[in-house]
């Protein structure tokens, strides 16, 4: 059992929470995971470590919730326990040797683009950060991103904070302006990702992407999470989650994405439900 030492609501969908969990900190690097079950009979799901402290033995991790296992997550508070937290899984972000780099990040897939700038900023890379939110309102880390870049862009879709617009105007703007970078690092949906990877391969300009797809065991048995990079085969939960953007078939990972999802909004409904009944 892992006790959760620390609970916070990022904005009305996002919560972190802090995780007691002194092997996995041990070992955790930025771009790896873990999966979790909140209680005995729950979903198993993956999360990006966002964050983590080896010294007081804690993994930090964020999520948004949107269907029933995160929804049963969000219901533990502090000194309560998740039942499983399994990691750190998946290979870790490169981050050697390199000395200007741009992350960018898109809504909740900000949580899994901050460890990845802290580590590059740690080791005396340049950073800048773009990051894209809808509104003022899901905006979430910006305190924790101006610590860790040389220069960040704050972007959102509707003009309320920041600069309105997308993150790929943003990059592309840094990058006419004469910015040089070694690598552009993108993590956000999928559709946010794509693009940039767009942008970025018009000016020879390596990008990584963080694939997030369906995913069961985390081992590389069930084959859930399998894509299409290059024109092989890999499966994100062994082979990345990062990978080169340039050569992911992001319209095929972005079909099966969709696959589950009235079986997702079946699961929320019915947490929602179950919720309400524990409640009265």
């Known amino acids: 059992m892992y006790k959760i030492l620390k609970k916070e609501a990022l904005n009305p969908t996002v919560t972190r929470m802090v995780v007691e969990a002194p092997l996995i900190a041990k070992k955790a690097e930025p771009g790896q995971f873990i999966i979790f079950r909140a209680f005995a ?21 964020i999520f948004q919730i949107v269907g029933g296992a995160t929804m049963e997550l969000n ?18 972000s490169h981050t050697e040797g390199l000395s200007r780099v741009a992350v960018v990040g898109g809504g909740v897939g900000c949580a899994i683009a901050y460890p990845v700038a802290k580590k590059f900023h740690e080791q005396g890379a340049h950073v800048d950060a773009v990051v894209g939110f809808r509104n003022k309102d899901l905006v979430i ?15 959102t879709d509707d003009g ?10 943003a990059l592309e703007k840094l990058i006419t302006e004469g910015a040089q970078y070694d690598e552009v690092i993108a993590i956000g949906p ?18 990584m992407v ?3 797809p369906i995913m069961i065991d985390g081992t590389g048995m069930c084959g859930g999470c399998r894509l299409t990079v290059g024109g092989e085969t890999k499966f994100a939960c062994v082979d990345g989650p990062d990978f080169d953007g340039h050569l992911v078939d992001f319209d095929e990972a972005m079909k099966r994405g969709s ?5 997702e909004a079946h699961a929320r409904e019915a947490e929602c439900n179950l919720l309400k009944k524990e409640v009265k």
Do not use: Q, W
């Open 41 to 61: 009979d729950s979903e198993r799901v993956p999360l990006t470590i966002a964050d983590f402290d080896r010294a007081a033995g804690t993994v930090t991790i």
């Open 75 to 92: 219901t533990l508070e502090e000194g309560d326990s998740i039942h499983d937290f399994v990691g750190p899984l998946g290979v870790a």
């Open 141 to 155: 880390l910006e305190d924790e991103f101006r610590a860790v870049s040389d220069r960040l862009c704050m972007m």
């Open 160 to 169: 309320s904070y920041g600069e309105k617009g997308l993150v790929t105007a």
């Open 190 to 207: 999928l559709i946010m990702m794509k693009f940039v990877c767009e942008v970025t391969k018009k000016y020879g300009i390596k990008t």
């Open 210 to 212: 963080s694939m997030n």
């Open 259 to 263: 696959m589950y999802r009235d079986f």
